[in-house]
T-cell receptor, first 112, second 115 residues
Framework: GEDVEQSLFLSVREGDSSVINCTYT??????LYWYKQEPGAGLQLLTY?????DMKQDQRLTVLLNKKDKHLSLRIADTQTGDSAIYFC????????????FGSGTRLLVRP | KAGVTQTPRYLIKTRGQQVTLSCSPI?????VSWYQQTPGQGLQFLFE???????NKGNFPGRFSGRQFSNSRSEMNVSTLELGDSALYLC??????????????FGPGTRLLVL
């Protein structure tokens, strides 16, 4: 089946690193995505990783993929107050490649 | 390159009415997908269009329908609105929709409130 799970809430201090975790169930997933949603806005694509990769780094963002455990994480270095938002993990299954399966989102609060 | 645009941004309707939402994809993108976002159900896939044809449909009642025009712009329609249809409706576009390196880019959404 298709299911993506995330913790609901994370609070960090400005300047610290944030790590948002996600687990997925579909082992056929081809791509895994991280989207950011600010209040009242749509989804902004942050980064994505292909399922045969272990890690991808993009400026302050690091994505780690443990395919064996079906675990995905997003690390934000030097977290800023502007990073406060909801972060969604999404998978794109091989047999349903036309759609994304989203997690419920993790609300990140960055304290000054 | 302009992003995905959606109109209107906000809409208030009453139960029983119908509504039409519009989405213009990124230039050159031919696949348009629609998602519904609610606090209770999260983000759920509605349907996907490619070359004016609905290729895939999520688990929503027939009151939800859509279409795509030859310029890839898409509309979705909800008839006989119910209170539970209040949601943020997001449109996403991608080049072909099924390629290995396809990425979906989302618009800002249309927030629908049904009273």
């Amino acid at each position: 089946g298709e299911d993506v799970e995330q913790s609901l809430f994370l609070s960090v201090r400005e300047g610290d690193s944030s790590v948002i975790n996600c687990t997925y169930t579909d082992s056929s997933s081809t791509y895994l995505y991280w989207y950011k949603q600010e209040p009242g806005a749509g989804l902004q694509l942050l980064t994505y990783i292909f399922s045969n990769m272990d890690m991808k780094q993009d400026q302050r963002l690091t994505v780690l993929l443990n395919k064996k455990d079906k675990h995905l994480s997003l690390r934000i270095a030097d977290t800023q107050t502007g990073d406060s938002a909801i972060y969604f993990c999404a998978e794109r299954p091989m047999d349903s490649s036309y759609k994304l399966i989203f997690g419920s989102g993790t609300r990140l609060l960055v304290r000054p | 390159k302009a992003g995905v645009t959606q109109t209107p941004r906000y809409l208030i309707k009453t139960r029983g009415q119908q509504v039409t939402l519009s989405c213009s994809p990124i230039s050159g993108h031919r696949s348009v997908s629609w998602y519904q976002q609610t606090p209770g159900q999260g983000l759920q896939f509605l349907f996907e269009y490619f070359s004016e044809t609905q290729r895939n449909k999520g688990n929503f009642p027939g009151r939800f329908s859509g279409r795509q025009f030859s310029n890839s712009r898409s509309e979705m329609n909800v008839s006989t609105l119910e209170l539970g249809d209040s949601a943020l409706y997001l449109c996403a576009s991608s080049l072909l929709g099924t390629g290995r390196e396809e990425t979906q880019y989302f618009g800002p959404g249309t927030r629908l409130l049904v009273l």
